[in-house]
């Protein structure tokens, strides 16, 4: 997306807000200069949260966004609890929401669409439900759902590898068969760094996966599509306040662009110190 007037992207007004609020709690997330409420980040407190759009038919315009939703929690939760009663009300479209302490350590998913909700730990029965599998102590999502409940109201198939969704991929009639590969490609990358994963190969996992380095029947898919070029990718450590971000410029996607480090509580004190 291009201004018509200045001739800038929309990748090119990209910022790392950090927030010290006079009442609330310190936080940090990656977004659009301009953008209200949050897309993603974590707090003084060891909380993260993060999102995976779902398209879902069952939505609603009566409710708070998910980005507002997300920003209440970064500013004031301090739990895992209280940040899923924010994000579990007034629910309005489809989303996957990644939430975790770091203080636990604890981390769910809870997916939703306007009336369906679930909590989602990875050590329930239907994570393992085909073509989805368990792995220890990791839950990760793209841009699907794994609850046979929100996936009843987001696709006709649960397998989304079946004949007729990679038939409904390549009649571009829906793109599930696209979602599950990805989710493939990002789970055999995690199988093989599992109790090895850090926040610098963590990085590298992302964007080697979305470059489609790992598999090439993604990457195919990933040109076909046109998808999958996000215009930032991050990872933090909630607990230790550190995060890794790119962002997308004019010439590069956010999986071509320099990575920057960036830490929490450095970042905040710093503040007091200059203020």
Known sequence: MQDEITGRYLQENQVLIVRKPDFGYSSMSPMLAGNIGSIGGIN???????????????????GIPASIRMGMVLDSVDNIESALQILNSNRTCGWNLFISDGKVPKGLILEQTANCSHICTWDESYEDNSPFWKISYVLRRTNCYVSPECAALQRENYNSKSLSDIVNFLLKKDSFFAEWTHYKALSEEIDQLWGNLDLNNSITLLRDVYNGKTDIIFRYMRERLHRKEPIHQWVATPKTGEMIVCFATKDKTGLEASTHYANLFDLTNSHNKIK
């Open 44 to 62: 003084e407190k060891a909380i993260g949260v993060s999102e995976a759009t779902c398209l879902t038919q069952d939505t609603t315009l009566y």
